[in-house]
């Protein structure tokens, strides 16, 4: 067995301060930027909804959520569509705000390696990774969806 049999392949999205590594098989469609049609009473790095294939999908600033410079809505900019992990009828998708197209990427053991962090990540940070000469972090999409839904959950009470 070969090295490659065992690459995966992966999305670097970018994200204001820094880049997202995810598996190609979360996005589900990359889609030019529309300014989001905004809801009360939520979190600054919930940025509102926009409609796509009949859903209402909310719009996620990364950057904002770990506290990253937010450099959204400019030039460029795409709204990634992703696969939510937790089976939550109501929340099948959510979008991030991306600086350009994703990259696709080629992910192997030998190109990955683990970054020792002097403390706790962000809320919504699983790690921080070296890809060939690029650090990037890896989210974690659980517990950012779950900060979605629970904003969303407050915002419609």
Do not use: C, H
């Not at 392949?9 to 880049?19: D, Y």
């Not at 974690?140 to 009470?157: H, I, N, P, R």
């Amino acid at each position: 067995m070969n090295a490659e049999t065992n690459d995966i392949r992966g999305v670097l999205i970018a994200v204001g301060g820094g880049r997202l590594l995810l598996p190609n098989a979360n996005v589900a469609e990359v889609i030019s930027y529309a300014t989001p049609e905004p809801l009360e009473a939520v979190p600054d790095w919930l940025r509102g909804q926009v409609r796509w294939r009949g859903w209402r999908l909310p719009v996620l600033s990364f950057a904002g959520l770990v506290g990253w410079p937010v450099e959204e809505g400019g030039l460029g900019a795409k709204l990634v569509v992703l696969k939510a992990l937790g089976g939550n009828p109501r929340l099948p998708y959510f979008t991030v705000v991306s600086q350009g197209f994703p990259r696709l990427v080629s992910v192997g053991r030998d190109r990955l390696l683990a970054l020792e962090d002097d403390g706790e990540q962000p809320l919504g940070v699983q790690a921080r990774v070296q890809l060939g000469e690029d650090v990037v972090v890896i989210p974690d999409l659980m517990t950012v969806e779950l900060l979605v839904d629970e904003a969303l959950t407050k915002a419609a009470a």
